[in-house]
């Protein structure tokens, strides 16, 4: 049991939209209990009682677009300055001499970024499967999520266009549509749990259009909603993806995705910055999702996705980091504030407020995942909080409106403590499970051998 007593400042994302001062939550097993003012301690040798008067307390956020291998080619000078294809075609090759090692490492990396900054869901898109690689992909990832307490949905995805057949990826990190749909079903069997507190998730998630043919994105959109998972992949994050959709299918990316079946409240797409009138209203018909991705937008230039008129309109949307080569950071509540500043370049002022940011990463992110159970307090929810000491120099002179503090001001983005499925994950902004300074020193040597084999 865990009771956070006299919480400065709670803010629920419930569908009343309460934000309660001085309250306590009890956690029991990995659920919240009970709210209220004045809880007394149960009479049980086993809880631990943290004092928030200091603390803003959220609900955990959730990441709904990665890749985490990335981490090992974070800003690398070759790229700093290119655009998604020239970036893409730089990397791939330098990303075929990922190990079962290093998916181990920068997942844990990746992983306790997130933890350290609020984040206790996060989804993952891995796609590259060397024909060298050894081992179980999907399984290592769990392990690492597991080691560093985070709760995981990562996507099996793919590629099956490689450079002989006019994709951008070498023709060694891709599968034939066979090896594919033969692994997914084998992923699914083996490590999806279903029940709405799960730790291991699964979802399907093709590369793009521009790196998957047409008949792995039909297939894997049957074996999904065989098995009710959700569907992702990216879309409309360029113009240059605009223009190959064009000219390879007659048709935008969007319009292919509907001839694909690739429509519906299961299906979420990351990016979708260029999305027209007519496309954002198909979305919204259609229950359509969208993983907004704000820093890796204005990292590789793509542009500002449409996000005020996506909410005005009701369209899910959620919050992504994107991979830590476009992004170079997993840094959720980072996020989050830029998301909020973004759309102010593009609509003014009150483009996003503060607590609209907050939404996306919290209830938002769920509502794309299908997890019913998270992104908002409420007494018998799933117990994952993200807690934020205010009462520190960065916020100092802030706290009129405490929850907004968080995305406004601070330096810092770390959390005091996260709580996930009920279990303290970071402590006094230390993990729990990991040893930060042996996990640094381990992903630098491996991303060095990487980057010098290349």
Known sequence: MILLKNCYYIATFNDKKEELEGYDILIEGNIIKKIAKGIEPPNHKDVELIDCSNHVVIPGMINTHHHMYQILTRNLKGVQNAKLFDWLVYLYPIWARIDEEAVYYSTLLATAE???????????????????????????????????????????????????????????????????????????????????LSMKKIILAPCSPFSVDKDVMIETAKIAREYHLVLHTHLAETEDEDRYCVEKYGKRPLALMEELGWLGPDVYFAHGIWFNDEELKLLKETDTGVSHCPTSNMRLGSGIARIREMIDMGIRVGL???????????????????????????????????????????????????????????????????????????????????????VFTGYNHEVDYT????????????????????????VNKISKKILQSS
């Open 114 to 196: 997130l933890l350290k900054t609020g984040a206790t869901t996060t989804s993952d898109h891995h796609y590259l499967y060397h024909r060298k690689f050894r081992g179980d992909l999907m399984k290592t990832q769990f392990e690492a999520a597991s080691k560093s307490g985070i709760r995981f949905v990562p996507s099996r995805g793919s590629m099956t266009r490689g450079k002989s057949k006019g994709g951008l990826p070498p023709d060694e990190v891709v599968q034939s549509t066979d090896e594919v749909i033969e692994d997914t079903l084998r992923v699914i069997e083996e490590y999806h749990d279903p029940s709405p």
């Open 419 to 442: 709580i996930v499925n009920g279990k303290i994950v970071v402590r006094k902004g230390e993990l729990v499970s990991i040893d930060e300074e042996e996990l640094t020193k381990k």
């Open 320 to 406: 992504g980091v994107d991979g830590s080569a476009s992004n170079d950071t997993s840094d959720m509540l980072g996020e989050v504030r830029n998301a909020m500043l973004l759309q102010r370049v593009k609509y003014g002022s009150a483009g996003l407020t503060a607590r609209e940011a907050l939404y996306l990463a919290t209830r938002g992110g769920a509502e794309l995942l299908h997890l019913e159970k998270l992104g908002y307090i409420e007494e018998g929810m799933g117990a994952d909080l993200a807690l934020f000491n205010v009462n520190t120099l960065q916020y100092a002179g802030s706290l009129s409106d405490p929850l907004a503090a968080l």
